[in-house]
Nanobody, 117 residues
């Protein structure tokens, strides 16, 4: 059974930065696409960023140029570096894992990011 555990969330002022981490158990991490989703209060969950096993990345337009997704397959860990945060980035951020072109089968419990104005 794969478990994903996020960390690094917290309260930050607008313009600040945070780095989220996602630690994965099991042996499938390096072979799967890793992603970060977020869900803001009263809003639908949205995909923020993806990174393939080979390191190819993609981002939702609202975070391009501000967020960077990365992974360390040797450590079974993924990251989301978030710069220039604004109140619209306030949400619970979820790490997820799944096969290329398929659904995200594994989800963490989330970490809360709150950006104050």
């Amino acid at each position: 059974q794969v478990q994903l555990v996020e960390s690094g969330g917290g309260l930050v002022q607008a313009g600040g930065s945070l780095r989220l981490s996602c630690a994965a158990s099991g042996s499938i991490f390096s072979r799967n696409v890793m992603g970060w989703h977020r869900q803001a209060p009263g809003k639908q969950r949205e995909l923020v960023a993806l990174i393939t096993s080979g390191g190819r990345t993609s981002y939702v337009d609202s975070v391009k140029g501000r967020f960077t997704i990365s992974r360390d397959n040797a450590k079974n860990t993924g990251y989301l570096l978030m710069n220039s945060l604004n109140p619209d980035d306030t949400a619970v951020y979820y790490c997820n894992l799944g096969p290329f072109g398929g659904a995200m089968n594994y989800w963490g419990k989330g970490t809360l990011v709150t950006v104050s104005s």
